[in-house]
């Protein structure tokens, strides 16, 4: 690895009212280097990038490429001076085709000289695997498809530093190892790149240095191969993890003499194969697979968010009749949706008006929460899961995706349901807030609440569930629990279709 320094960042600050998000923050990235910035949500991994990117102009410090000290303005002056971002929000536009994303904004914008783009794009798409084509409506392709033309963009455009903010946050494990592919012949060509990433696993695998962030400022950079894994959690959150590494050794519960809550039989949807499901009282199970293998169908099944096609469904041991959202809501089932920003938030909406959302909507039009009810309601759940607000009246959207994440789950903690059903509740969020809602939901399956939790780390999903239900090609191919309960076996059942 070249020693060579492209990036420099130095002494950088930036104010907001009330809150200094970065205080002189010091960032080196040397040429032909993965280097992953760390840091829990509102660390100021985001702050720092968007200085970088020209979205924000600094209050204080330095930036250089090359020896050479830079100002910049806009991100259209970064992409200018070689530095391209590809963010976890996806930032494309759906309406338009393939290529004219790849493309729009560069030599005259994406109606000029289409067949040359449609060339070009079809040129980058087979190169880096990508099964698209540049003709295509990029709405059309699935999200993963998506965020891989987004990277492909990047790439194009010759940069020097390329910053992936969450790339692989929907991918799936062929993907995640096509983008470290391309990410490592990039750095072999000099690029520097810099790695934003919540999955600890995927920096050890492909990152050469990390420099951590807390509360804005720099706790230090190191060699990923002289920092282990929990020194940088540790470092990450500000304290020991022996919280953490004790939170799996909790005694197994089967739930063997517990009522059985919720029990459905032949259930399908539009999206749903037909299955089989239940849960009892107080357990904590959870939907593994790859990404596709239906895991959030079977569930949107369950809560009626997709049209259900068939099948029957029992609470109780008594029949319902569960067809769309407030039907499920009604017999306390709450669903915290894998996509918070599209099914979960509403950004112009303040934190308070997020929170009492889904209790307004079972009391109906007629029977409205007072402002004094909503408030309190907002106070205590501010409180009770430490959301990180300035106020209860703050828009949600410009709160962290942890903080975010925690004013859906206060919604349907509100609804004090029965059941409720997590699909990727620490997805894109720090280490900290993951464990946070990880001894949540151990605490509610404690207090009687059934408890579905879906996650893309397997390992996580270990820690929580006392049995899991392995999907592959959106049907269910085992069960495991107890001495199967374990990494090896869940690859195995997905990879052979038993257990």
Known sequence: MQEEVLLQMRHIEKRFPGVLALNGVDFTLRKGEIHALMGENGAGKSTLIKVLTGVYQMDGGEISVEGTNISIRSPQDAQNKGISTVYQEITLCPNLTVAENMFIGREGGAWVKHKDYEKRADEILTHLGIPARSTQQLGNCSLAVQQMVAIARAVDMNCKVLILDEPTSSLDDKEVNMLFDL??????????????????????????????????????????????????????????????????????????????????????????????????????????????????????????????????????????????????????????????????????????????????????LFKPISRSEAEAFADE????????????ETPVGSLSGGNQQKVILARWLLTHPDYLILDEPTRGIDVGTKLEIQKLVLKLAE?????????????????????????????IVGELKGADLNQTQVMKTIAGGEA
């Open 183 to 364: 990410m490592r012949d990039l750095k072999a060509k000099g690029v520097g790149i810099i790695f934003v990433t919540h999955f600890l696993e995927q920096v050890y695998e492909v990152s050469d240095r990390i420099t951590v962030l807390r509360n804005g400022e720099l706790v230090g950079e190191y060699l990923t191969e002289e920092l282990p894994q929990v020194e940088l959690v540790a470092k990450m959150i500000g304290k020991e993890l022996d919280e953490l590494s004790n939170l799996g050794d909790t005694e197994e519960k089967e739930h063997k003499d517990s009522e059985v809550l919720y029990e459905a039989s032949n259930l399908s949807s539009t999206d749903a194969m037909p299955f089989d499901f239940s849960i009892r009282k107080g357990e904590v199970n959870g939907f593994t697979g790859l990404l596709g293998s239906g895991r959030s169908e079977s569930v949107r099944a369950i809560f009626g968010a997709d049209k259900v096609t068939g099948g029957s469904v029992k609470i109780k041991g008594k029949p319902v009749k569960i067809t769309k959202p407030i039907d499920a809501m009604k017999n306390g089932i709450g669903y915290l949706a894998e996509d918070r920003k599209r099914d979960g938030i509403i950004a112009e909406l303040s934190v308070r008006e997020n929170i009492i959302l889904a209790l307004q909507v079972m009391n109906g």
């Open 381 to 392: 759940y501010i409180k009770v899961l430490n959301i990180k607000t300035a106020s209860r």
């Open 447 to 475: 207090e009687g609440v059934s408890v579905t939790f879906i996650s893309s780390e397997v390992e996580e999903m270990l820690r929580t569930c006392s049995r899991l239900i392995v999907m592959r090609d959106r049907h």
